[in-house]
């Protein structure tokens, strides 16, 4: 798990102090853009000269308390259901949908409007009905939010000039929020940091011991969650091809991602995150969702053992790799727009509900909802709400549109002792690193796996599977392959229906597969790469493009 040191214990409560009146120069978005392709959350501006904001204190990636320590009933946010308030009349009694303007866990609802932060009882969960309330905010942050999330006990705040702000203890009574604009390493006591200002969204995913208890790997076995959690800004990059995660815990830099759907080529017109499980679509209404993050897809060597023999079955299982891939939902019956949210619904990441904003066959606005486990598309069922749509109408194709406007892949070719292929033929057998070929056709970094084609001559070959996945570190460098070498870790695997006929492989696949890999279906490697280079360091290969 993931693991603190003794001193962050002592981080106290920060000062928040009272809100200050919103200022509308910084806290008012934009008017929203029409169409799919206009971003969906209001973008960062970091040329923005804002008052320093500094709160370097806070509780925010503390271990929570086994005890309440203010164990009093849930009050929402203390008003009356009859109370005065004076938040907007525009706040609807109950936010349906997980995005930047509003946002809610199971216990708290809060919404944006100029600048400040409101907040009530999550009513449909509690029961508790309340009007909207200030939610008070250290003076030098009220006013200038342009985007919140909350998921699990945390709630994330944007500034207009993209920085990030933390508000820690989301479950428990209002009287203990408290902020902080810490981020980074070392754990999560960096002096903060900003978000790119090139996304189309972003949201915020949180998965904790206390509200979801476990992982659930793909071979169905369950792993305790680090009292650390794992939290996560998602983005949505490039055109909407990238997938972009910035974690507190991390070095502050653009370097770590998950492949989007078919290899990266799907493009995205929003996303939604909670609880490790990504949801996002494309401005055809084909809609993907992901469990996914820096600890269940193997990076976190440091805390987790990880391993691609299957666990299944297995008494004390490793967390199974590779890691859960994206997985196509079924079409909506109806008209959709590209608001979307994920929100969690169970412990053990085993249930998620997925909102779709739209309108039914009558025009009635509302969200169509349904489990991600359900693959039916009968299982969308309409929620009626009569609140004015904030996404735009998709052109919601009946038949599977995900590559219609697909991007470009990243897919690179690399190979390694090509040249001497022809003679390849002539050597007697597989004894070293001179007697065969390889290529690495399709090695995209962000995308496992890539193909490995072992070549023994112009006519023969053997066709293998390198896996490959990221792995932690603390200083920062840039995205994907540069020309500073990166680390990362793998495993090269015979593919199952090879693997099942291994006695009748030819002399030189059965050669190559005793002196590299064992006979063993899985071996781990270690591998290295930049630009136009790979090098799977364990055995001294080199694969070039060309």
Not at 77 to 99: I, V
Request: hydrophobic residues 35%.
């Amino acid at each position: 798990m993931r693991r603190l040191p003794a001193f962050a214990a002592a981080l106290l409560l920060a000062a928040c102090g009272s809100s200050t009146a919103p200022d509308a120069g910084h806290g008012t978005p934009p008017p929203f853009q029409p169409g799919p392709d206009a971003p969906f959350a209001t973008i960062a501006d970091p040329s923005l000269s804002l008052p320093l904001c500094i709160l370097p204190a806070g509780t925010i990636g503390v271990p929570d308390l086994v005890v309440d320590p203010l164990p009093i009933p849930d009050r929402g946010n203390g008003l009356a259901a009859d109370a005065a308030s004076e938040a907007p009349a525009a706040l609807p009694a109950q936010l349906a949908l997980r995005n930047d303007r509003g946002t809610y866990n199971r216990r708290y609802q809060f919404a944006l409007d100029e600048g400040a932060i409101w907040f009530k009882s999550n009513t449909a969960v509690t029961g508790i009905e309340q009007p909207w309330a200030r939610l008070a905010m250290p003076g030098c942050l009220a006013g200038t939010v342009i985007g919140i999330a909350v998921d699990d006990d945390e709630l994330t705040a944007i500034r207009a000039d993209g920085a990030i702000y933390g508000m820690d203890n989301a479950f428990k009574d209002y009287a203990l929020f408290n902020w902080s604009s810490r981020w980074g390493p070392p754990l999560w006591t960096g002096t903060g940091h900003r978000i790119p200002a090139d996304y189309l969204a972003w949201s915020w995913s949180v998965i904790s011991p206390a509200e979801d208890q476990h992982w659930t790997d793909p071979a169905g076995n369950l792993h305790t969650i680090g009292s650390g959690k794992v939290s996560h800004i998602w983005l949505l990059r490039s055109g909407g091809q990238r997938y972009t995660y910035v974690d507190p815990w991390l070095p502050r830099d653009d370097s770590y991602e998950m492949c989007g759907p078919l290899r990266g080529r799907y493009r995205g017109v929003n996303l939604s995150a909670s609880g490790s499980t990504v949801f996002t679509v494309n401005r055809y209404g084909d809609l993907y969702t992901r469990n996914y993050d820096f600890d269940l897809c193997g990076a976190d060597p440091l805390f987790f053992d990880y391993a691609y023999e299957d666990q299944r079955g297995v008494s004390n299982p490793k967390i199974q790799l590779p890691t859960f891939e994206w997985q196509r939902q079924p079409k909506i019956p109806g008209t959709i727009t590209h608001d979307i949210s994920v929100h969690k619904s169970g412990i053990d990441m085993l249930t998620r509900s997925l909102r779709v904003e739209g309108r039914d066959a009558r025009g009635h606005t509302g969200y169509w909802e349904k489990d991600y486990r359900e693959l039916d598309a009968r299982a969308w069922k309409f929620v009626r709400t009569d609140q004015p749509l904030r996404g735009t109408v998709l052109d919601n194709r009946p038949r599977d549109s995900s590559l219609d406007d697909a991007g470009p892949g990243e897919d690179r070719y690399y190979a390694r002792n090509l040249a001497q292929l022809p003679s390849l033929a002539a050597h007697p057998q597989v004894a070293g690193d001179a007697d065969w070929a390889g290529e690495l056709p399709d090695f995209n970094f962000y995308c496992s796996p890539a193909r490995l084609r072992i070549r023994f001559s112009p006519t023969e070959d053997l066709e293998l599977l390198l896996h490959h996945t990221d792995t932690i570190r603390q200083t920062e460098r840039g995205r994907g392959l540069d020309q500073q070498p990166r680390a990362f870790v793998g495993s090269i695997e015979i593919p199952e229906p090879t693997f099942a006929r291994l006695d009748s492989l030819p002399p030189k696949s059965q050669q190559f597969i005793q002196l590299y890999l064992d006979g063993r279906r899985h071996t781990s490697v270690r591998l290295s790469g930049v630009e136009d280079r790979i090098s799977v360091t364990s055995f001294g290969w080199e694969f070039e493009r060309p």
